[in-house]
Nanobody
Framework: VQLQASGGGLVQAGGSLRLSCVVS????????VGWFRQVPGEYREFVAA????????YYADSVKGRFTISGNNAKNTVDLQMNSLKPEDTAVYYC????????????????WGQGTQVTVSS
């Protein structure tokens, strides 16, 4: 499984960005795609996840109500719409995939894409 994230950039506080993750290669019949973020010197933080058929989602409390994760079967992408961005959302964002479909379990992600930088200025 290969994942490629894109869409990061610089935005002012209160603004929006949309990240996209292209999922390709050998995929499984069921899987979960998640978004994570990491600030240098800190642990990688779970942001959001969606099940393989896009009917189940799960969000970190810090982004609930501001971020929306969604999937597009035709394009094989999983997007993260980020609204009302705050300076504390600044991080490198990664998309990842795992074979189980328990979206509330934020571990067990075995497949990772490269990160995309999101910077929110105050």
């Amino acid at each position: 499984v290969q994942l490629q994230a894109s869409g990061g950039g610089l935005v002012q506080a209160g603004g929006s960005l949309r990240l996209s993750c292209v999922v390709s290669g050998q995929t499984f019949s069921t899987y979960t795609v998640g978004w994570f973020r990491q600030v240098p010197g800190e642990y990688r933080e779970f942001v959001a996840a969606v099940s393989w058929n896009y009917d189940t989602t799960y969000y970190a409390d810090s982004v609930k109500g501001r971020f929306t994760i969604s999937g597009n079967n035709a394009k094989n992408t999983v997007d993260l719409q980020m609204n009302s961005l705050k300076p504390e959302d600044t991080a490198v964002y990664y998309c990842a995939a795992k074979r189980d479909v328990v979206v509330r379990i934020t571990g067990n992600y075995a497949y990772w894409g490269q990160g995309t930088q999101v910077t929110v200025s105050s």
